[in-house]
């Protein structure tokens, strides 16, 4: 899983076409094990790296395609469900086997739109031939990257990357870019309650208070506690507070209505989620009727607590709020979604762990299918009375 907007490179194949050994060739070191057995790699394994010329990304192993076993297939099945969270995928074939097998994982990528490239491993041992090469590159649309792992080093493959890689898996994109300017003081509102992790911040603060220093600006990092005091004592007035969504309520009312007033969890909705389809989806908490069900979508995994945000005091407001019966479904991680449109509605989290990608299609399930979408920040906004306040600042 994902815990920040690293490049996620998928790598697939069938079993003993040196997937594992391109890996180690990439990155220069023996991250993968190489092995002649066949089925050497069974999950897909994740591996955080540098390449050099790319940077910093998320490497995907993935067990081979062409396993046909009782627990192959299981393997299979997990590889399949990794190409929707990656945005670059290697597609590593040997000799002159090139069949249904490759053509559906390129059918997959296509249909998520993973741009691709084929590399043909093992050349040295055995090429693959002119005639088959060009009918696999004219009927795809892509040339074939001809490599030797053993012998060859990794510029060839590196600069491929590069240039299927598309450019927007790169970008930094700034979490409150046109908002702030330099100069302007930040309120981020942190709230420490049996939720916060002991010792530390939570990643959507840290990436707040980061991105404030980055774009110049003053940042005042305080408890919902001290926050009257903080008007009370007449400090500089801010260009914009953030505050955690589970204190909407309280905050609301003590910051100035001249005040601009967001949550960390709608800020990541900007920034990762699909920000105009949570807007449109969250009035429909409005329409909620006894029986209706609601998936809650969990981004991570994590340990449940009296006080869970998703799991406890959400659905509790839910509740008071629509004065209704409701049944929750709670997801978490890249789970697969069952029988998605028996769902009124689906709410995300903030999606702090995960890409861009993986939450887009994940809450393309429910967009696809009818199924109205929100997040957690913008759901507790709008119950709060403060939904148009909270997403305001957006629209300018």
Partial sequence: MA???????????????????IINKLTGQPLSIVSEQAGTTTDPVRKAIEIFGIGPVILIDTAGIDDMSELGKQR??????????IDCAILVIAGEEFGETEKAIIGELRKHEIPFIIVHNKSDLSELS???????????????????????????????????IPESAFKRPSLLGG??????????????DDEAPEGRMILPQVMAIRDVLDNDCICVVLKETALQQYFDFNMPKPALVVTDSQ???????????DVPLTSFS?????????????????????????????????????????????R?????????????????????????????????????????????????NRTNQAIDNGVPITNYGMAIAYMNGIFERATRVFSH
């Fill in 3 to 21: 815990k920040d907007l690293k490049p996620h490179i998928g790598i697939f194949g069938r079993m003993n076409n040196g997937k594992s050994t």
């Fill in 76 to 85: 299979v099945a997990k590889t399949y469900l990794t190409i929707k969270e």
């Fill in 130 to 164: 002119e005639s088959h090469k060009k009918a696999i590159e004219n009927e795809f649309s892509t040339k074939i990257l001809e490599f030797s792992a053993l012998k060859d080093d990794a510029k060839s493959l590196q600069e491929a990357l590069k240039k299927a």
């Fill in 179 to 192: 908002i702030i300017k330099p100069g302007d003081v930040v309120v981020l509102v942190t709230p420490i």
């Fill in 247 to 257: 204190v909407f309520g309280l905050v609301s009312k003590i910051v100035p209505d």
């Fill in 266 to 310: 709608i800020v990541l909705a900007r920034l990762r989620g699909d920000f105009e389809n949570y807007l449109k989806g969250t009035p429909h908490l409005s329409d909620l009727k006894d029986g209706d069900k609601i998936l809650m979508l969990e981004s991570c995994t994590h340990e449940i607590s009296c006080g869970d945000i998703g």
């Fill in 312 to 360: 406890v005091k959400l659905p509790n407001l839910i509740r008071k709020f629509t004065g209704k019966n409701v049944e929750f479904t709670y997801l978490s991680g890249l789970t697969p979604i069952k029988n998605i449109r028996q769902y009124a509605i689906a709410i995300q989290c903030g999606g702090c762990v995960a890409t861009r990608k993986q939450l887009i």
